[in-house]
Nanobody, 125 residues
Framework: QVQLVESGGGLVQAGGSLRLSCAAS????????MGWFRQAPGKERAFVAA????????YYVDSVKGRFTISRDNPKNTMYLQMNSLKPEDTAVYYC??????????????????WGQGTQVTVSS
């Protein structure tokens, strides 16, 4: 069993930065695939980024490439999403997710077993 808690959301002006954190409980965090998803108002939840247990493989949705960086610190049981050059269209509730390693489609939310409660990110223009 893994429990996930996000933090770091807030209100920021366009062009600004935020760093989201996802703290995980459980002894097997280091072996889990981790991902970030977001849900904007009136839209379905969508993939943002994912990282394999070792950090050696990372995926990003095209709209955040070059602006967002996903990382993890396994000894601290924490995953991060550094978000730079934020745009109003990045406004959403951001969720972290986890699943045992070996995912076939890390960008698919149905592959993930565990989810956090979400943290709100609002980017003003």
């Amino acid at each position: 069993q893994v429990q996930l808690v996000e933090s770091g959301g807030g209100l920021v002006q366009a062009g600004g930065s935020l760093r989201l954190s996802c703290a995980a409980s459980g002894r097997t965090f280091s072996s889990y695939y981790m991902g970030w998803f977001r849900q904007a108002p009136g839209k379905e939840r969508a993939f943002v980024a994912a990282i394999r247990w070792s950090g050696s493989i990372r995926y990003y949705v095209d709209s955040v490439k070059g602006r967002f960086t996903i990382s993890r610190d396994n000894p601290k049981n924490t995953m991060y999403l550094q978000m730079n050059s934020l745009k109003p269209e990045d406004t959403a509730v951001y969720y972290c997710a986890a699943s045992p390693d070996g995912l076939r489609y890390p960008t698919d939310e149905n592959e993930y077993e565990y989810w956090g409660q979400g943290t709100q990110v609002t980017v003003s223009s």
